[in-house]
T-cell receptor, first 111, second 111 residues
Framework: RKEVEQDPGPFNVPEGATVAFNCTYS??????FFWYRQDCRKEPKLLMS???SGNEDGRFTAQLNRASQYISLLIRDSKLSDSATYLC????????????FGGGTRLMVKP | NAGVTQTPKFRVLKTGQSMTLLCAQD?????MYWYRQDPGMGLRLIHY???????AKGEVPDGYNVSRLKKQNFLLGLESAAPSQTSVYFC??????????FGPGTRLTVT
């Protein structure tokens, strides 16, 4: 079983739609949680951190459920520019603060 | 301020050849990482460094060596390339190990 699992998609949605991605992680000792965004043939970039209380950044909302070891990302009012792969990432507080990446969920927003 | 740079951007090697990938960062970060990204596998950590002169193994270190002689540079070496090492290689750096900044990647093909 992969340590961080995501539905690979693709999710094809029209502009203006609301779309939600889910992610599960297997290591209960995971300390920090993130969503990264990766455009086609580009490097990953941090989108937002995920906190137990939930957090929002504009059209993006992230939620963490530690009991279920589940992370979600909600995108409201999708834009064409949101088309990308979204990577669920967890961090373990071991030497080097290693990040473990999920395989990514591909989103395609269409006109 | 260039952030994280990687050279070369592309390379084709024959089986058994050697090469070194260079990563440079100008953000004075302590932590540096090398990942590989393969379709369906997500990013996997090869080696990392928590400071100048230190290196440690990640999830998939076999067939690779690294050196961190200067704080700003992290080198990844392939001594005898194999087709299984065909991949996209990303370098990243971080001040805390939590938020990581990635370079643009190196696309390596081993024939």
């Amino acid at each position: 079983r992969k340590e961080v699992e995501q539905d690979p998609g693709p999710f094809n949605v029209p502009e203006g739609a609301t779309v939600a991605f889910n992610c599960t992680y297997s290591n209960s000792a995971s300390q920090s949680f993130f969503w990264y965004r990766q455009d086609c043939r580009k490097e990953p970039k941090l989108l937002m951190s995920v906190y137990s209380s939930g957090n929002e950044d504009g059209r993006f909302t992230a939620q963490l459920n530690r009991a279920s070891q589940y992370i979600s990302l909600l995108i409201r009012d999708s834009k064409l520019s949101d088309s990308a792969t979204y990577l669920c990432v967890v961090n373990h507080l071991v030497a080097g603060n290693m990040l473990t990446f999920g395989g990514g969920t591909r989103l395609m927003v269409k006109p | 301020n260039a952030g994280v740079t990687q050279t070369p951007k592309f390379r084709v090697l024959k089986t058994g050849q050697s090469m070194t990938l260079l990563c440079a960062q100008d953000m004075n970060h302590e932590y540096m990482y090398w990942y590989r990204q393969d379709p369906g596998m997500g990013l996997r950590l090869i080696h990392y460094s928590v400071g100048e002169g230190t290196t440690a193994k990640g999830e998939v270190p076999d067939g690779y060596n690294v050196s961190r002689l200067k704080k700003q540079n992290f080198l990844l070496g392939l001594e005898s390339a194999a087709p299984s090492q065909t991949s996209v290689y990303f370098c990243a750096s971080s001040s805390t190990g939590i938020e990581q900044y990635f370079g643009p990647g190196t696309r390596l093909t081993v024939t």
